[in-house]
């Protein structure tokens, strides 16, 4: 039976957060990552520890269960800032965006992690939605 809890959802959405990166990002498999791992670096959202190649990129965007948190986090933080206005195309998806949207910055509240969103995410339900799911999980690792 598969899980539907929130944490499965963005463990299910991550390779369709990447598969939008590599559908929207100007470049080939092998650019978009040194951009994705790059980015990572110096905005702080991770370290990786070796710049992953376009095929390795290409896998996790299949379906692979071993992306790692920053590749999506980075993603995220690409395609929130992309002028074509992305947004997720599913709710597994969705959960993921939001999870790493609140991994990505820091948030006093709900209100205000959604107010900080782009206008054009801030009109999407489907993010909305998992917004509030990813609210909720973020303040129970605050617990931990």
């Not at 092998?30 to 670096?41: F, M, N, Y």
């Not at 376009?54 to 299949?62: F, H, P, V």
């Not at 709710?91 to 205000?112: F, G, I």
């Amino acid at each position: 039976m598969p899980q539907n809890g929130f944490y499965a959802k963005v463990r299910r959405g991550l390779p369709a957060t990447l598969a939008r990166w590599l559908a929207l990002g100007r470049g080939d498999a092998d650019q978009l990552a040194l951009i994705l791992a790059e980015t990572a670096r110096v905005a702080g959202l991770g370290q990786p520890e070796s710049t992953p190649d376009g095929a390795t990129l290409t896998r996790w965007s299949q379906g692979s269960d071993d992306v790692p948190l920053w590749a999506a986090r980075t993603a995220v933080f690409l395609l929130i800032q992309m002028p074509a206005h992305p947004q997720p195309l599913s709710d597994d998806e969705a959960c993921s965006w939001a999870y790493c949207w609140l991994r990505n910055r820091h948030h006093a509240s709900l209100d205000k992690a959604q107010q900080a969103l782009p206008v054009h995410l801030r009109e999407s339900s489907i993010l909305l939605a998992a917004m509030s799911d990813a609210w909720q999980d973020h303040q129970g690792l605050r617990l931990v």
